[in-house]
């Protein structure tokens, strides 16, 4: 026997009312957040507000001192770009249980976000895609050649 429509009707009322809450909290959360990422020559270290706003640069150990502007520029951009990808699995992180289908309503299926076209491709990438690639040099390293220079 399925369930009378106002019995349903409460149950969906009370999970939006439940859903409206968490996202509440969580919007409060992410307004807060930051994350920050090193580049891999450890050179700078780069903080990303809750927007992906690049909110903080340090200059480590004093090696900017012995870059030339062109490896100075590839490690700001390199490591903003680490903490902002930090920042955006962030949020899809904490966003997706909202798309999901609710488990009392079946009526509620749920939705599904593109989160690579919001943020970008690599938002997708494994964790341990980045551990790999940690050891690896990045490319524009490479362009720059032993001696930092085009």
Same mark, same amino acid.
């Given at each position: 026997?399925?369930?009378?429509?106002? %019995? *349903?009707?409460?149950? &969906?009322? $009370?999970?939006?009312?439940?859903?409206?809450? &968490?996202?509440? +909290?969580?919007? #409060?959360?992410? *307004?807060?957040?930051?994350?920050?990422?090193?580049?891999? @020559? *450890?050179?700078? #270290?780069?903080?990303?507000?809750?927007?992906?706003?690049?909110? =903080?640069? /340090?200059?480590?150990?004093?090696?900017? #001192? @012995?870059?030339?502007?062109?490896?100075?520029?590839?490690?700001?951009? /390199?490591?903003?770009?680490?903490? *902002?990808?930090?920042?955006?699995?962030?949020?899809? %992180?904490?966003?997706?249980?909202?798309?999901?289908?609710?488990?009392?309503?079946?009526?509620? %299926? =749920? !939705?599904?976000?593109?989160?690579? +076209?919001? !943020? =970008?491709?690599?938002?997708?990438? @494994?964790?341990?895609?980045?551990? #790999?690639? /940690?050891?690896?040099?990045? $490319?524009?390293?490479? $362009?720059? =050649?032993?001696?930092?220079? @085009?």
């Amino acid at each position: 026997m399925t369930e009378p429509l106002e %019995k *349903r009707l409460e149950k &969906a009322m $009370a999970e939006l009312q439940a859903a409206q809450e &968490a996202v509440a +909290r969580t919007e #409060r959360e992410l *307004r807060q957040a930051s994350f920050s990422a090193l580049s891999s @020559d *450890r050179a700078v #270290r780069a903080t990303a507000g809750p927007q992906g706003e690049l909110s =903080g640069i /340090e200059f480590l150990e004093n090696k900017y #001192r @012995d870059m030339s502007p062109q490896e100075l520029a590839a490690s700001v951009l /390199e490591a903003a770009n680490a903490a *902002r990808v930090k920042m955006n699995r962030h949020v899809m %992180k904490a966003m997706a249980p909202f798309a999901e289908p609710s488990s009392n309503v079946p009526e509620l %299926k =749920g !939705f599904e976000l593109d989160w690579e +076209r919001i !943020f =970008g491709p690599e938002v997708l990438r @494994d964790d341990e895609d980045d551990r #790999r690639d /940690e050891h690896a040099l990045p $490319a524009w390293r490479d $362009a720059l =050649g032993e001696e930092g220079e @085009d």
